[in-house]
Structure formats: structure tokens, C-alpha cells
């Protein structure tokens, strides 16, 4: 399987022509009977040893945290048989210097554990990613390397801070190391490209930026501290929605890694926008939800389709289609439909996503011949194939 860069990389090289690689996606799309921007083509396998390898990288990074697990027991003090066999000569201060000596054990472990874990990931994808262009174990590689150097920062700040019982100094710490798990993907994309990479940068500088926000504040001078996270959240996932448009924008054709970079980050603004409207409409309330909680889900989804054929990505359909699920459930039950309501909402369900997938081009072609002709020009491409 060859990807869009591939080929780009190939007309690079000179190895084929810029018209015969035009001509061989027409071809493609002709083959496929839709265009290829609307096809949101990422590359996860190039063959089965995309698995095999991701096996061995997955144990490889197992045994990395394994590792540092076991070097922060050996260095971390243990007391336990101390407090098991005195536990009648227990004063508050032994138990208050015992509770920060396990926080100081966890904070230990997670350090080192991050520390191993990223230190494995770098170097193997100095030969899995930068030299086999390996497309799953890449991404395994890039989470694991961000993931373990956001535990080694928070780690380190939690044994700095350690005996803090103060939320906002925990909720600093969090931000900066996630600021730092940022800075850490920004490196790994200037070395590897990875079109993963942005996004989890984007989602740690959006965890960062909610964490300061909250600590700013202070959960005691919230009213709803549920609901103010949420709306936090939703503003989060609408700058990601905003900052993966402008990637799509810049490459409307989708023939560059742009546009790779803007489908993981359009996966990424895609339940941060979702799970917060419907979590504002009740619809995590279980029975709770009503009949117009149900219909404005309905409604919900059907505008979040507007915008999925608009900006040619399926992310948010996807996102939104547990809430649908519960939705149609619970109508099709309080109608009466108690029997066959699993069925009905599956047969619903089923149909509509076949039915647009099957029509998505022709469909989206009529959606954007609506939008202003500024708009549609920056829009990805929807064109009727030539015969």
C-alpha cells in the first residue's frame, strides 16, 4: 500500500512524473467511483508486518516501564512491615510521614516508568519510523514517547511537591507537564513527521490550558464545576476543530501529509465537541433523558452532518453516534417499539450511515453548493469524476 506521501516522495525523486502521478489517482478515483479527498485516506497498515512489529514494540515498551517500576521500589524506601506490625503505636504524624512516603514511592515510579518508557520509544523510531516508514508501530511509538515524558515531568513534580495537598499546586504541576509533553511532541514531529504528532501535541496544550484555567479559579469558586469543565472542554475542541481546518485548508486537494495531520487532529476535536453538547443535553443521564432531550440529540446529529459533508471529514458523525444510539433507544421504547427496540435502532442507524457513505459525493456536492463560493474554494475538493 502506497499513501499520498509516498507518491509525492516518489515524484520528488523523479522515479515517476507529477502527470502520471495525477493521472494515476484519477484513475483511482475512477476505479472507486469517488474522488479522493472525499475517500479521508490515512495510512495505519502497509502489511501484516506493521502488526508484528507493533507486537514487539508494544512488549518492548511494557518492559521499559516494567523497568523503571521495579528501580523505583529498590530506591523508594518500603515500610509497610513497619506499619503492620505497629499499628497500635500509630500517631497521627507516623501516619502522615508514612502517607507521604507512598505518595513519594508513586510519584518514583511514575518518573522512572515515563523515563524508560520514552527513552525505548526514541530510538526505535529512529529505525521504525524515520527508516521503515512503518505506519502503526510510528504511532505507537509517538504516543508512548509523549505519554512517557508527560509521566516522567509530572512524576518529578509530584516528588518536588510532595506532602502539597493544595488542589491548585497538583493542577499546575499537571500543566506544566503538559506543556512540556507538548514541547516533546513538537521535537518528535521536527524529527520524525509523524502526522499523529500534532495532535497530541494540540491535546496536550488543550489539557494544559483547561488545567491552568481550573486551577486559576479554583474548584470551591465554581458553582458547577461539572458543567464549567465541560464548556472548557467544548471551547477546547473547537480551536482543535479550528486549528485542523486551517491544515485542511492549506491542502484542498488532500495530497500532502497536510491532510493526514488535519484527520487525526479532526479525530481529535471530534468528542471534545460531542461528548459535551450531549452531556449539556442529558443524554449521559441514563433514564433521566427525556423525549425532547432525545429529539434535540436527533437534531444535534443531523447538524453535525452539515458540517461533516461541508468540510469532507466523518469524525464527528462517528463521535456522535453512541448519543444517537441512546437516543433512538429510548424513542423507540417509549413508543412502544419495547421488543424489537435494539433492532429498530440498528435497522435506523445502519441504513442512514450506509446510505450516506454510499451517496457521500453527490450529497456533498449539493451541501456545499450552498456555502458561500469564498468558502467553497477553501473547502477540500468535491468534483463530479469525468467519464
Do not use: C
Request: no cysteine; net charge negative.
Amino acid at each position: 500500500m502506497y499513501s499520498e506521501d509516498d507518491i509525492n516522495s516518489a515524484v520528488a525523486a523523479g522515479a515517476i512524473s507529477a502527470e502520471n502521478a495525477a493521472a494515476f489517482r484519477m484513475h483511482m478515483s475512477r476505479i472507486r467511483d469517488m474522488p479522493r479527498g472525499d475517500e479521508e485516506n490515512f495510512r495505519l497498515l502497509n502489511s501484516f508486518n506493521d502488526i508484528f512489529v507493533a507486537i514487539g514494540v508494544v512488549i518492548m515498551l511494557f518492559a521499559a516501564g516494567a523497568i523503571g517500576q521495579a528501580l523505583a521500589g529498590m530506591i523508594a524506601p518500603q515500610e509497610s512491615w513497619w506499619l503492620v506490625s505497629n499499628v497500635d503505636a500509630m500517631t497521627p504524624e507516623r501516619w502522615e510521614q508514612i502517607e507521604r512516603q507512598n505518595a513519594l514511592n508513586v510519584a518514583m515510579t511514575v518518573l522512572l516508568s515515563g523515563l524508560f518508557v520514552a527513552a525505548t520509544a526514541w530510538p526505535l523510531a529512529e529505525f521504525f519510523t524515520r527508516r521503515r516508514r512503518m505506519a502503526l508501530p510510528s504511532i505507537i511509538l509517538l504516543l508512548a514517547f509523549v505519554a512517557g515524558t508527560f509521566a516522567f515531568f509530572a512524576g518529578a513534580g509530584f516528588a518536588v511537591a510532595n506532602g502539597s495537598e493544595n488542589e491548585r499546586v497538583a493542577a499546575i504541576l499537571v500543566s506544566l507537564s503538559g506543556l512540556l509533553a507538548a514541547g516533546a511532541a513538537w521535537l518528535h514531529w521536527k524529527r520524525f513527521m509523524v502526522p499523529i504528532t500534532i495532535a497530541a501535541g494540540s491535546a496536550a496544550v488543550a489539557g494544559t490550558a483547561i488545567a491552568l484555567v481550573m486551577a486559576a479559579l479554583g474548584p470551591d469558586n465554581i458553582s458547577d464545576p461539572e458543567t464549567f469543565l465541560l464548556s472548557l472542554v467544548f471551547m477546547a475542541g473547537l480551536a482543535v476543530f479550528a486549528f485542523a481546518m486551517r491544515w485542511d485548508m492549506s491542502d484542498p486537494g488532500r495530497t500532502t501529509r497536510r491532510s493526514d495531520v488535519a484527520f487525526w487532529l479532526h479525530l481529535l476535536a471530534a468528542p471534545m465537541i460531542a461528548h459535551p453538547i450531549f452531556a449539556l443535553i442529558g443524554v449521559t443521564d441514563g433514564d433521566a433523558i427525556g423525549v425532547g432531550a432525545a429529539l434535540g440529540v436527533l437534531a444535534v446529529y443531523v447538524a453535525f452532518g452539515f458540517v461533516a459533508l461541508a468540510v469532507d471529514r466523518r469524525a464527528l458523525l462517528v463521535s456522535a453516534l453512541a448519543y444517537v444510539l441512546i437516543a433512538l433507544t429510548f424513542l423507540f421504547d417509549r413508543f412502544g417499539a419495547v421488543e424489537l427496540t435494539f433492532a429498530f435502532t440498528a435497522l435506523v442507524i445502519g441504513s442512514a450511515l450506509l446510505t450516506l457513505s454510499a451517496f457521500w459525493s453527490p450529497i456533498r456536492r449539493q451541501v456545499t453548493a450552498i456555502l458561500p463560493g469564498s468558502l467553497q474554494a477553501r473547502l477540500p475538493v468535491s468534483e463530479a469524476l469525468p467519464a
